[in-house]
């Protein structure tokens, strides 16, 4: 029977919300309050409500029910492993949590992730060979850990069918009207929105991007060429001259630098720029023409070609949906 059959058939669709140690609170409880909110949106008596169970990791280890409830882990259509916060990631694969996911997902249940749950999804051996996404600042350390899988932190909702993943901490609503919307159609997914002034739109995660280069990996020499181009990062920069201040051969220092921050230091001077030129376009009232100039950039085309490129916006769209200033 597809899943689509078993909806119709059941009394109720079901969605399993994975409650680990530090799961976000405001994910496992919304998402309940949402699934009411659709309920009452149904166009038909008829079709299924949404029903959902939260399942926490017993003391004895063991995933049960909160509360006891009779709803068997196969009766389930989709599991949701909420978001975490950085300090609460995994550092291993989880057990008995990973066992648990994949054993859902072979029953047939679609398993929806949103920003650090992720990890979980990656531990579990389900996201392998499959394109996720979670929140932009985690993309890399889930790369590291899921090099079997690939990670796009440009998109704020990836749908692959028996997996979803979502990015931001607050993502796991997208995510919810997704649920909603496969659960109930595309009708009382805009009713429920519309309800919860949820913008339904997926814009790309990457407008919300800040750099935030590794200054933590022990190379004094790289970290001291770090340090002066995060304040000359507008200024003339040629490789020679950083090399030459780090008292390393060209060939050596590109090598170095690459291994120490994870890019070369062309693109390292690109995001520095964009990321000041974020800055300015929110709180100044400066044109995109004089940002461009004061990040470095006498042609304001390129500019505007290396901003859309890094955040997926214009410099124009983003200053209109982030500026502080009039």
């Not at 990670?151 to 028996?162: H, K």
Request: net charge neutral; with cysteine; aromatic share 6%.
């Amino acid at each position: 029977m597809t899943l689509l059959m078993a909806q119709m058939t059941n009394a109720h669709s079901n969605i399993g919300i994975l409650a680990y140690d530090g799961a976000l609170q405001s994910c496992v409880h919304g998402l309940q309050e949402m699934a009411e909110v659709a309920n009452r949106f149904r166009r038909f008596d008829s079709e299924p409500a949404i029903r959902t169970t939260v399942w926490r990791v017993s003391t004895a280890g063991c995933i049960e029910q909160d509360p006891p409830a009779l709803v068997p882990r196969s009766d389930l259509n989709f599991l949701v492993l909420p978001p975490v916060g950085r300090g609460d990631l995994p550092r291993r694969p989880v057990e008995p949590c990973c066992s648990w996911i994949a054993a859902a997902h072979s029953e047939g249940a679609c398993v929806a992730s949103a920003c650090g749950g992720a990890f979980y999804l990656a531990a579990s051996g389900v996201a392998r060979g499959r394109r996720i996404t979670t929140h932009w600042s985690l993309g890399e350390p889930l790369a590291k850990v899921c090099g079997d899988a690939a990670v796009d932190t440009a998109e704020l909702l990836v749908d692959d069918g028996d997996i979803i993943t979502a990015g931001g901490m607050a993502a796991w609503m997208h995510m919810g009207l997704r649920l909603v919307e496969r659960l109930l159609g595309h009708d009382v997914m805009l009713d429920t929105a519309r309800f919860m002034v949820i913008d339904p739109a997926l814009r790309p995660q990457s407008r919300h991007t800040s750099f935030s280069p590794r200054l933590d990996h022990g190379d004094q020499q790289v970290l001291a060429v770090q340090q002066w181009l995060h304040v000359n990062a507008a200024a003339d920069v040629s490789i020679p001259r950083i090399a030459a201040m780090a008292k390393l051969g060209e060939r050596t220092f590109l090598r170095r630098f690459a291994r120490a921050t994870g890019h070369n230091p062309t693109e390292y001077c690109q995001r520095l720029r964009v990321s000041r030129s974020q800055s300015l376009l929110e709180s100044s009232s400066l044109s995109v023409e004089q940002i461009a100039h004061r990040c470095g950039y006498e042609d304001h085309n390129s500019f505007r070609k290396l901003f859309k490129r890094y955040l997926g916006v214009t410099p124009g769209e983003y200053r209109m949906r982030s500026a502080a200033a009039p």
